[in-house]
C-alpha cells in the first residue's frame, strides 16, 4: 500500500479558498526547511512508499517504532522488487512496506472488510474530487471512492464558501484532467475584471486592469474567478454515481502487505464543526436538506466502517490526520495571519461593486471583494496577529480558533473562528 498526500490547492490554479467559510479558512505556506526539502512545494502530507525509500536490513527493519502495529507484531523481510506493480494488487502493497507501519496477514482491528478499493481518497475538497476524477479517466474501471466526514452538500439555493481563482496554466490543468471541467469552469465563472484599489477612508489609490484578452492572446486562457460552490459542483457532476462518501468520519488505518486497511465511523448528526481543514478538507459545507437532489457522485449508502485499499491519498487538508500518523510532525505553525471568508448575494450587499474587484487597503489589514457569476460577492478579511491583538483578540493554536483576550472588553460581535497555519515540508 502506498500513503501519497496532495496539496489542498485547485490543480495550477490559486485556490483562495481551502476551507472557504464566512468563519474558518487555512492559510498554507510550506516553506522548505532545506535545499533538498523544497522540491515537493506545498504538501500536507506526502509519503511515497517504495523499496528504496530505506535501505536496511530485516533486523533493524524490525526494530522500527511504528503507530501502526500493535504491540509484539514483527515485520518479516521485505520481498524483493519484482515487475511494475498494478494499483491494489500485493506488489504494490508489498512497495510500500518499505517504510514503518505494515505486516503479513489477518485483518487489523478486528472487524470485517465492508469494502473493496484501489484508491480510497481521503476528503472530498476540490483537491479529492479532482485526484478522483484523474485517476477515474485515466483508469475507468479502478475502484476509486472518496470519503469524507462533512454532510452531502446543499442545493443551489444554499451556496457555500468563497472563491477560487484559476490563471490560465490552472484552466489547462483542468482541461488536462477532464475537458469537461474547462468548459464547466468557463461556463460557471467569471473573467478577469478590472480591481480598484482604496484606502481605508474609501479614496480610490489606482485601477489595476485585468485584460482577459490580452491573457487570453498571451498564455491561450483567460483568468477566472469561480465560486467554491460551483467548481466542487462541477466536479461531482462528472465523477461516477456513487463515488463520494459523505458523513464518513476517518477513524485511523493499517497498512498491510496485502492492502491498507482504512477504518471509518459515521459522523455524527449535526457534530460537525470545521477548524479550518481536518478530514475533508473542503470548504465548510451547509448540510443537504430533506428536499435537495444530491448529484449521482453522492452515494446513498450508509457508511463502511472498514475499507481495505491498494492505495490510501491524503486529501484532508493542512490539519490532515493522516499525516499526523505518517509523518509524526503534529500541526502546522501558525503564521500570524488570520484570514475570514465568505459569500453574499449581491442585493444584501449594495454598497460591494458586482461589475469589478475591491481591495481596502490599510497597515495590518485588508479587505477584499471578489465578483461571482449569478451575482453574489465573495468576500476576504486579513489581519494580522498584533493587529488582531490591537482588536483583543488572539488565534488559540489549540483550539485553531480566533478568541477575546480577557483583559479587553468585548465588541459587540460575539465571535469568530478560523485558522492561519504555515508548515515545512516533510522530508520522509
Not at 454532510?151 to 475537458?179: F, V
Not at 498564455?219 to 458523513?247: K, R
Not at 487597503?361 to 461571482?372: A, D, I, N, V
Not at 482588536?391 to 468585548?410: D, I, Q
Request: charged share 20%; aromatic share 6%; glycine share 12%.
Amino acid at each position: 500500500m502506498a500513503t501519497l498526500g496532495l496539496q489542498q490547492t485547485a490543480a495550477g490554479g490559486r485556490c483562495d479558498a481551502a476551507t472557504r467559510s464566512p468563519e474558518d479558512v487555512a492559510h498554507l505556506d510550506q516553506r522548505p526547511s532545506n535545499a533538498n526539502g523544497g522540491a515537493g512545494g506545498k504538501q500536507a502530507a506526502a509519503a511515497r512508499r517504495g523499496h528504496g525509500d530505506v535501505r536496511r536490513d530485516a533486523a533493524a527493519s524490525a526494530a522500527i517504532e511504528t503507530p501502526f502495529l500493535e504491540p509484539g507484531i514483527q515485520r518479516p523481510p521485505l520481498p524483493a522488487a519484482a515487475a511494475t506493480p498494478v494499483p491494489g494488487s500485493a506488489v504494490a502493497a508489498s512497495r510500500a512496506s518499505s517504510v514503518a507501519g505494515t505486516a503479513a496477514g489477518g485483518v487489523p482491528y478486528s472487524g470485517k472488510v465492508d469494502l473493496e478499493l484501489e484508491v480510497a481518497v481521503l476528503g472530498a475538497g476540490i483537491t479529492g474530487l479532482a485526484t478522483a476524477l484523474a485517476l477515474k479517466r485515466v483508469h475507468p474501471r479502478l475502484r476509486v471512492k472518496v470519503f469524507d466526514r462533512r454532510p452531502p452538500p446543499s442545493g443551489p439555493d444554499r451556496k457555500y464558501g468563497s472563491y477560487c481563482r484559476l490563471e490560465p496554466n490552472g484552466l489547462r490543468a483542468a482541461a488536462a484532467i477532464d475537458p469537461r471541467l474547462r468548459s464547466l469552469i468557463l461556463r460557471h465563472g467569471l473573467r478577469a475584471r478590472p480591481v480598484l484599489i482604496h484606502d481605508t477612508d474609501g479614496s480610490l489609490i489606482t485601477r489595476l486592469e485585468e485584460r482577459g484578452s490580452g491573457a487570453l492572446r498571451r498564455f491561450g486562457e483567460p483568468y477566472v474567478t469561480i465560486g467554491w460552490y460551483e467548481l466542487e459542483q462541477a466536479l461531482l457532476t462528472l465523477l461516477p454515481p456513487g463515488t463520494v462518501q459523505y458523513n464518513a468520519q476517518y477513524a485511523g488505518h493499517r497498512e498491510r502487505d496485502d492492502a491498507t486497511y482504512v477504518l471509518f465511523r459515521p459522523s455524527v448528526p449535526g457534530g460537525f464543526r470545521p477548524t479550518g481543514g481536518g478530514p475533508g478538507g473542503g470548504a465548510a459545507a451547509v448540510a443537504a436538506r430533506p428536499g435537495d437532489k444530491p448529484a449521482p457522485a453522492v452515494s446513498s449508502g450508509p457508511c463502511p466502517s472498514l475499507v481495505r485499499a491498494g492505495f490510501l491519498v491524503a486529501c484532508d487538508g493542512p490539519f490532515s490526520e493522516v499525516r499526523k500518523r505518517v509523518v509524526r510532525d503534529g500541526d502546522p505553525q501558525y503564521d500570524g495571519v488570520v484570514k475570514w471568508l465568505g459569500r453574499l448575494p449581491g442585493d444584501d450587499v449594495p454598497s460591494l461593486p458586482l461589475d469589478f474587484n475591491a481591495v481596502w487597503l490599510s497597515p495590518g489589514r485588508t479587505f477584499l471583494s471578489h465578483s461571482l457569476a449569478g451575482g453574489d460577492v465573495a468576500w476576504e478579511a486579513v489581519v494580522t496577529d498584533p493587529d488582531l491583538r490591537e482588536l483583543g483578540f488572539r488565534y488559540n493554536t489549540a483550539t485553531k480558533h480566533v478568541e477575546r483576550l480577557a483583559a479587553v472588553t468585548p465588541p459587540t460581535v460575539d465571535s469568530f473562528r478560523s485558522a492561519s497555519v504555515a508548515r515545512e515540508p516533510s522530508t520522509k
